[in-house]
């Protein structure tokens, strides 16, 4: 039996980020299983819609038959709860929720409160919900989500070959990469700072990520290289095609993941699949997402601690070969998207609890 479904979207479906990467993956996996899904993806602004998206949100919605099956992005859900309200008692509405809008970093308080109080409505109005990590499913306790309501599906990874690491030659230059979109969240910041403190190291730093959700951080980006004189070693790569990052995975000895925040924090999985350590954060769902064996973990916005873990790194050739022995035993715990997709799929069949 072929089951319909309707995946909506902010924006180009094809963006190269974590939660678009999820999206993708998701209806990839149900297409293998026979669902027919149409993919969405609305003009406008978002996450705090402009008339443009509120109106691209209607016409969605409104072209549904009634008892259509809709799963909404939480991106493009989050701001528009009365349009999701007005459609919601004759479609079977469920939102997927990467991590709240309201937990981004750097908003303004009035900003913060106001997508609180439209993400609390928009997700009362649903059927069901989707989180992508048992932090975001607790997190929703604070918007009023009873947890009957909500199936916890984390993010699978594809079958990666192991990246090329030589645990013999201790002294050679180490390679860093960071992958993530320039915003304030993912603390690009922070690593630059913390790596301008290192510069007596033989290390060189590849960051890949879209410059274009907000300019004004990227331009920050950019400064700070050039203030701190990292420009030979600090590379900006921009988005990167599925080829090229999987190449830059490939020559990696060490990933690096600055966040003060995660949903899930899928791009460690991705790390891990190729058998690569990590440095990251503790920040939200990041710490649970990094086996302790595979890497190090610092508080968010701590410089100093970011320094600390990544001299260690650079420091003591006994800790990398230990911590790339468990990123290669991590590799073989990771869930692929055959098992995500298999558990979407369920949730999405499973009665509507509201």
């Known amino acids: 039996m072929s089951h319909h479904l309707t995946f909506i979207l902010a924006g180009d479906p094809d963006q190269l980020t974590g939660g678009y990467l999820y999206d993708a993956r998701i209806v990839a996996a149900l297409r293998h299983r026979n669902w027919n899904v149409q993919v969405i993806g609305l003009e406008g602004r978002f996450p705090e819609p402009d008339a443009i998206a509120a109106e691209a949100m209607e016409q969605a919605l409104a072209k549904q038959p009634n008892g259509a099956r809709v799963v909404i992005d939480g991106l493009a859900m989050g701001g528009l709860p009365e349009v999701i309200a007005r459609h919601a008692k004759r479609l079977e509405l469920t939102a997927l929720v990467h991590h709240p809008l309201a937990d ?29 990590s048992v932090f975001t499913a607790r997190r929703l306790a604070d918007f009023n989500v009873e947890a009957e309501r909500i199936a916890v599906i984390e993010p699978g990874v594809e079958q990666a070959p192991l990246a090329e690491l030589d645990d013999s030659n201790i002294s050679a230059s180490q390679h860093l990469l960071c992958v993530a979109t320039l915003i304030p969240r993912k603390g690009q910041d922070f690593l630059i700072d913390a790596l301008a403190r290192l510069s007596e190291y033989d290390w060189r730093c590849d960051l890949i990520g879209s410059p274009d959700r907000d300019p004004r951080f990227a331009e920050k980006v950019v400064h700070l290289i050039r203030e701190h004189g990292l420009e030979d070693r600090i590379r900006l790569l921009g988005e990167q095609s599925e080829e090229a990052l999987g190449q830059a995975y490939h020559n990696a000895d060490l990933f690096v993941l600055p966040s003060l925040y995660e949903g899930y924090g899928m791009v460690i999985s991705e790390a891990l699949a190729r058998g690569l350590p990590v440095i990251t954060t503790t920040g939200g769902a990041l710490a649970h997402t990094l086996p302790d064996t595979a890497g190090l ?8 601690a970011l320094t600390q873990a990544l001299k260690r790194w650079l420091d003591e050739p006994e800790l990398r070969k230990q911590l790339r022995q468990g990123a290669r035993q991590a590799r073989e715990t990771l869930t692929d998207w055959h098992t995500a997709g298999d558990a979407f799929a369920k949730a999405l069949l499973r009665g509507a609890t509201s």
Do not use: G, H, K, M
Request: charged share 30%; proline share 5%; aromatic share 2%.
């Open 297 to 304: 973990s610092v508080p968010p916005r701590d410089t100093e």
């Open 104 to 132: 981004e970093t750097d908003l303004e308080q009035a900003q913060r409160t106001r997508f609180i109080l439209s993400e609390t409505r928009a997700l009362t109005a649903v059927d069901r919900i989707i989180a992508t």
